[in-house]
């Protein structure tokens, strides 16, 4: 159980064009997603938490314009780059906590990687 | 404010040795710790977590880690490594009270040796 998908695994983009990546939360309903970014060799950078029908909460330094969170649903996050730039090149990895027993631990998708051209 | 510390970059063990993992933290209040493996562009595989009570918890493919308090640690423990342990750690702290926030190490690569 508790198993967390993730679409597109890999895009690349010329820069310039906007690129939207879908997390799934298939078999648990997810009260609170997460968006992360990782670097090469680098550990996971939160950018911004979201819960089901609210805005979503930037960390500090995250440009909430360029990166678009929308959690319309219990088992849907997406995450739009508005505008990407080869800067944005990353893996972006989403997290997901349910309710009850679910709610402390995040499950992770496996990850988007993204290159811009 | 709450952060984890990995001291080791890197971790080396020969096959059917034990191996550690280290890990150390700081939380204002109760800690919720995680541990956390990746495998090379995967994301982030749950082993264990310690919210409370036996301060030993065991976890995903034997791996297991102690809880201690008074040295505000958390190390990952595994009596006999395999080939296949080889990969990406995170230790992590979740603040339950502050928006379900989780801070994560820098990461121990480990490496295990035929």
């Known amino acids: 159980g508790a198993v967390v998908s993730q679409h597109p695994s890999w895009v690349i983009c010329k820069s310039g064009t906007s690129v939207k990546i879908e997390c799934r939360s298939l078999d648990f309903q997810a009260t609170t997603m997460f968006w992360y970014r990782q670097f090469p060799k680098q550990s996971l950078m939160l950018m911004a938490t979201?819960?089901?029908?609210?805005?979503?909460?930037?960390e500090q330094g995250v440009e909430k314009d360029k990166f678009l969170i929308n959690h319309a649903s219990l088992t849907l996050s997406t995450l739009t780059v508005t505008s990407a730039h080869p800067e944005d090149s990353s893996f972006y990895i989403c997290?997901?906590?349910?309710?009850?027993?679910?709610?402390?631990?995040?499950?992770f998708g496996p990850g988007t990687r993204l290159l811009v051209l | 404010a709450q952060s984890v510390a990995q001291p080791e970059d890197q971790v080396n063990v020969a096959e059917g040795n034990p191996l550690t993992v280290k890990c150390t933290y700081s939380?204002?209040?109760?800690?919720?710790l995680f541990w956390y493996v990746q495998y090379p562009n995967r994301g982030l595989q749950f082993l264990l977590k310690?919210?409370?009570?036996?301060?030993l918890v065991k976890g995903s493919y034997g791996f297991e880690a102690e809880f201690n308090k008074s040295q505000t640690s958390f190390h990952l423990k595994k009596p006999s490594a395999l080939v296949s342990d080889s990969a990406l750690y995170f230790c992590?702290?979740?603040?339950?009270?502050?928006?379900?926030?989780?801070?994560f190490g820098a990461g121990t690569r480990l490496f295990v040796k035929a």
């Open positions: 310690y919210i409370t009570g036996d301060n």
């Open positions: 992590a702290v979740r603040d339950m009270a502050g928006g379900f926030k989780t801070i």
């Open positions: 939380v204002s209040g109760n800690p919720y």
């Open positions: 979201s819960n089901e029908g609210s805005k979503a909460t930037y």
């Open positions: 997290s997901a906590s349910g309710a009850g027993d679910q709610q402390e631990t995040q499950y």
